[in-house]
Antibody
Framework: EVHLLQSGGGLVQPGGSLRLSCAAS????????VNWVRQAPGKGLEWVSF????????QYADPVKGRFTVSRDNSENTVNLQMNTLTAEDTAIYYC??????????????WGQGTLVTVSP | DVVMTQTPLSLSVTPGQPASISCKSS???????????LSWYLQKPGQSPQLLLY???NRFSGVSDRFSASGSGTDFTLKISRVEAEDVGVFYC?????????FGQGTKLEIK
């Protein structure tokens, strides 16, 4: 069965850093693009970042550009999101999601369980 | 960015009755390939979003045939033929024709 298991969330002070991980099971993550989507408390879904299956293409939403970096470790079957210079506006549940097909870029089928990031003094 | 606008933002439906959600985009989602890059997700309470339909009307694996969708260009509609209690949650449309992918505000479905 296809699963994405997320880790790495938590409480961090403004200006701090966190690294989120998204580990795949039941499939080879290097075959699929992965997107990160976040959801602020009580709000809707907001796309954050994309990494291609080969890892050579990445995209970021304007609010996180220059602060977040997405990468993949195919040997560990994981995708990571490094988040730096965090602000209160980054407080959200972060989801990773795999592309629907190996050719899919943005349409995501399987989603991780989500990990809560709280930025607070 | 492509703006996605859903209506209504909430609806209350009696079990067994149909429901319909509209999604309009600020730009056409029709690609030169002939596909419209519009998908629908359902986020049940306390859960991650789940894919219902992609490229407008293609049901994802395991999705009930009570869910259907239609539309092209900038106007799209999700229909639930007979609402069941398990359909409770927030429905989102999402465009994937260009970066950044954008979501509608969400439509909250509750059962009467």
């Amino acid at each position: 069965e296809v699963h994405l298991l997320q880790s790495g969330g938590g409480l961090v002070q403004p200006g701090g850093s966190l690294r989120l991980s998204c580990a795949a099971s039941g499939f080879t993550i290097s075959s699929y693009a992965v997107n990160w989507v976040r959801q602020a408390p009580g709000k809707g879904l907001e796309w954050v970042s994309f990494i291609s299956n080969s890892g050579d293409k990445t995209q970021y939403a304007d609010p996180v550009k220059g602060r977040f970096t997405v990468s993949r470790d195919n040997s560990e079957n994981t995708v990571n999101l490094q988040m730096n210079t965090l602000t209160a506006e980054d407080t959200a549940i972060y989801y990773c999601a795999k592309g629907l097909w190996t050719s899919s870029i943005m349409t995501s089928s399987t989603w991780g369980q989500g990990t809560l990031v709280t930025v607070s003094p | 960015d492509v703006v996605m606008t859903q209506t209504p933002l909430s609806l209350s439906v009696t079990p067994g009755q149909p429901a319909s959600i509209s999604c309009k985009s600020s730009q056409s989602l029709l690609h030169s390939s002939g596909n419209n890059y519009l998908s629908w997700y359902l986020q049940k309470p306390g859960q991650s979003p789940q894919l219902l339909l992609y490229e407008v009307s293609n049901r994802f694996s395991g999705v009930s045939d009570r869910f259907s969708a239609s539309g092209s260009g900038t106007d799209f509609t999700l229909k639930i033929s007979r609402v069941e209690a398990e359909d409770v949650g927030v429905f989102y449309c999402m465009q994937s024709i260009q970066f950044p992918p954008t979501f509608g505000q969400g439509t909250k479905l509750e059962i009467k």
